[in-house]
């Protein structure tokens, strides 16, 4: 089980951010846009770690964290 993000918003955005929660494990996620694009991923990273197909999985990892911090970047 996994999400993406898969961001479409206005040029002038800059950033904007969210929480999401899912089976008791809070996903806060950051979306960067310092290109001033209107769609497109070019990183995600989970806790750090980049993923590579962009595939965010949901729960915890292996230390059982209730909090994951996803940063993508447009």
Aim: net charge positive.
């Amino acid at each position: 089980n996994y999400f993406t993000v898969e961001p479409c918003i206005p040029s002038k955005w800059k950033s904007y951010s969210m929480r999401f929660k899912h089976k008791g494990v809070l996903f806060f996620i950051e979306v960067l846009n310092p290109r001033g694009v209107q769609s497109g991923v070019t990183k995600v990273e989970l806790d750090g770690v980049t993923i590579a197909d962009g595939r965010i999985p949901l729960g915890a990892d292996s230390t059982d964290k209730k909090e994951r911090r996803v940063r993508v970047e447009m």
